[in-house]
Each structure stands twice: as structure tokens, then as C-alpha cells.
């Protein structure tokens, strides 16, 4: 049976519905877990109300969603436009309720995770907290030090599970068994370099707003900051990095690709993003070093340790569009 005009426009919205779709569910998920806590009837609703009137609480927690969010639909985009890019519009079209499956399945996954996941992991953090059974084994260092291990492997526990989840979901929604196809031939992109630079910066920034969030747990940050400097370190900065990145990857993929390839996509930004950390970590590493071997020959560090900052800074903006365009051109140069 062949598709009708119409189900050619779904599956070709197929990779905007995914992303939409990831996007309600852990909206959902994420506006009843805080009525739940907010609410006047439940436990300690004041004091958590109170907390979460404070910028330095709420500014990061909205952070961590947005990437949470984003790295969702980010990935179910690309295995949705892989299947369009590799089966054609037809054979996509021809998929019985793949929108509905996919829902069906990361939806159960996702409840899991906050039903069982996060009340296991803040079970564990409260054995250390006050009154907690081994609270009296570690220090207020040793304190700091536990709680931001525990958020590092919380954080990349539940991301390997959001990654698994998707790709279950998009798996079983996708799936053709069963099914009389009709081939076709692979659907054209609109335009498969700005997809392949939206994708790359997507993941980019939920890499580095991943980094930020983890690395906020070995930090003591003061919960009276003041909003301004929050929404600018939080939000502003992924903003510019969000920019620089999707200029890296436009540069790499021109010309443009014949075919997306959305996780090669991926790939280019993880790589980029690794090594781009690499080269930083070598570099402030060698500049601390140099400052120290200053500060021992008697002259204040104070200058010397803002100049080094500022150089990295620009360092670190100029590497990522330069390794975004070369691992963007690398990965592709077999498409364009």
C-alpha cells in the first residue's frame, strides 16, 4: 500500500515529533516532582519553598533541566532522521503509530528513573548528612568531597540511562517487523548542513553544560548570589558556546553533505569536546606552573593568575571552532 501525501509530511516531521515528544514527557515529569515538593500539604513544603526562592538554587536547577532536555531531544531528532535518511519518506511513512510507540516506551522509562533512580541516589547521600547513619565517619571536607562523587556518578548514571532510553524507545518505534514495504528512495534534507551544524552544537552544549553542573558539586557556591552573574554563567555563556560551536560545524560541513548522518553529528561534538578539554586541562596545567615558578621569585600571582584566566578563556573559545571544524570535516569528508 502505498503512502498517501499526507504521511509523507508526518514522517518527514518524524524527527521533530521525537524531539517534541522527550521534551513534554520530562517537562511533565519535572512540573509534578515540584508541585509534589511545593505543595502546602507535603512534608517540608515551606522550607522547600524557601530554598527554591533563592537564584543560586533555581538558576542551576533550571540549567540542569534545559540540558537534560535538550541531550534528549537532540538524540531522538537523530535517530528519527537516520531512519528517514537511510529507509526513505515511504518506508517511514508506512510505520504504525511511531510517535505513539515511542512515547509508549520512554515515558515508563522515564518514571522509573524518577521513581527509583533519584530516591536511591538521595537515600545514599542522606547516610551522610546530618543525623544519617555514618555521618559522624567523615568531616565537613570529607562531607563536600562524598556529595560531589555522589552527583559525578548520579550524573552519569542517569545520563547513560536518558541515552539508553531514547534509543530503546526510538528502536521500537522504528522497528519494521512484520511490515510489506514499499522502498523508496532516500529522502532529500532540506538542508543537510545546517541540520548536521544544529545537531553538533546541540550536543556540544549539552556536553558543556553537563561539565558545568558536575563540576558545581566541588565548588562552594553561595546561594545569596546575585541573579545577574547566575543567568550570565549559566545561561549566557552556553549561549555564546552554543554560537561558536554551530559556526565550527557550519565551516566543517561545507560544501554540504549529501546525507546527514546525524550521529556522525554526534560523534564530531563528542570528539571535539573531548579534545578540546585535553588541551585546555595541558595548557592551564603549564600555566599554574609558570605562575607558581613566578610567585617564588618574590612578585605578586594575583595579576598573573587573572591574565592567565583571561588567555584561556580566549583559548578555549578559539579551539572549539577550530576542532568543532575539524572533526566536522574529518567525520564528513567521505559526504561532501
Known amino acids: 500500500m502505498a503512502a498517501s501525501p499526507s504521511s509523507f509530511e508526518r514522517a518527514q516531521r518524524l524527527p521533530m515529533d521525537f524531539a517534541w515528544i522527550v521534551v513534554a514527557i520530562d517537562a511533565a515529569l519535572f512540573i509534578v516532582n515540584m508541585t509534589v515538593q511545593l505543595l502546602p500539604s507535603s512534608p517540608h513544603s515551606e522550607q522547600m519553598r524557601s530554598v527554591y526562592a533563592q537564584p543560586g538554587v533555581w538558576v542551576p536547577l533550571l540549567s540542569r533541566v534545559a540540558t537534560v532536555w535538550l541531550l534528549a531531544a537532540t538524540l531522538a531528532w537523530c535517530h528519527a532522521r537516520k531512519a528517514l535518511d537511510e529507509r526513505g519518506a515511504a518506508r517511514v511513512a508506512q510505520l504504525r503509530s511511531p510517535t505513539s510507540r515511542f512515547a509508549a516506551v520512554f515515558l515508563p522509562a522515564m518514571v522509573i528513573n524518577a521513581l527509583a533512580l533519584t530516591p536511591l541516589f538521595y537515600q545514599a ?3 551522610f548528612m546530618p543525623g544519617g547513619s555514618l555521618h559522624e565517619t567523615v568531616d565537613m571536607y570529607g562531607l563536600r568531597s562524598i556529595m560531589a562523587m555522589s552527583m559525578l556518578v548520579q550524573s552519569v548514571i542517569q545520563m547513560i540511562v536518558l541515552v539508553a532510553s531514547v534509543w530503546l524507545a526510538a528502536r521500537f518505534a522504528l522497528r519494521e517487523r512484520g511490515m510489506a514495504i514499499e522502498d523508496d528512495a532516500p529522502a532529500a534534507a532540506a538542508s543537510t548542513r545546517r541540520a548536521v551544524a544544529l545537531v553538533i552544537a546541540a550536543m556540544f552544549v549539552s556536553l558543556q553544560m553537563w561539565i558545568g553542573n558536575v563540576a558545581s558539586g566541588w565548588v562552594d557556591t553561595s546561594r545569596d548570589s546575585e541573579l545577574l552573574p547566575l543567568l550570565l554563567g549559566w545561561f549566557a555563556v552556553p549561549l555564546l558556546v552554543y554560537g561558536l560551536a ?23 561534538a563528542v570528539t571535539a569536546f573531548t579534545l578540546l578539554q585535553a ?16 610567585s617564588f621569585s618574590g612578585r605578586s600571582s594575583d595579576g598573573n593568575l587573572l591574565m592567565l584566566a583571561v588567555a584561556m578563556a580566549a583559548v578555549y573559545l578559539v579551539l572549539l571552532v577550530v576542532l568543532v571544524r575539524a572533526t566536522t570535516r574529518r567525520l564528513y569528508r567521505r559526504y561532501l
Open 125 to 127: 547521600q542522606v547516610l
Open 279 to 294: 588541551v585546555c586541562i595541558a595548557l592551564a596545567v603549564g600555566g599554574l606552573v609558570w605562575v607558581a615558578s613566578v
Open 246 to 268: 554551530f559556526w565550527g560545524a557550519w565551516l566543517g560541513a561545507a560544501p554540504a553533505p549529501v546525507q546527514t548522518r546525524p550521529f556522525r553529528a554526534v560523534a564530531a
